[in-house]
Each structure stands twice: as structure tokens, then as C-alpha cells.
């Protein structure tokens, strides 16, 4: 990682993008979505398969919902299902 990563938006991409500038020297799939299903115990998370419309669905309401409180702490949860690093 070199230099220093200027956000632009809360978009999708840009996050993508964030997370290749961030993790590309340490996983060579920095910027990408998993391809495998994956649970913790009983939980299951997000189907790979639908990870990104489900993505771009928590991007939209970010960008164009009015998030107060719950709300917000309901899209972290969310975003977490989605992808739970």
C-alpha cells in the first residue's frame, strides 16, 4: 500500500475501490466480493451470488434514504451480513 486514498463517494465502487487501495498487497482478492458461501456457526451469511445487489442496495438507501439511529445501526448490521470481516 503506497500513498494516501482519497474518498469520493459512498458508492459501491469507490468502496471496492478503498478496499483493493487498502488490502492489495496483503489478498489477492483486495476489491472483490467472495465467491464462497460461508457460515459461523448456524448464521449464514449472504449468498455469494447475490452479495452485490444486496451491496448496492445498502449503497442506494446510504445515498438516498435519510438514516437516523436505528437505521444506521440497521445497515451496519446489514453491511456485516453481507460481508462479515
Known sequence: MSGTYKIKSFHLQDFKNLHTHLFQDIYPFAGHFRDVQLMKGST???QFQFINSYASDLFYQLN??????LQLIKLQIDWH????N
Do not use: I, K, S, V
Open 44 to 46: 449464514r451469511f449472504c
Open 64 to 69: 438516498n434514504e435519510p438514516l437516523h439511529g
Open 81 to 84: 451480513f453481507t460481508n462479515p
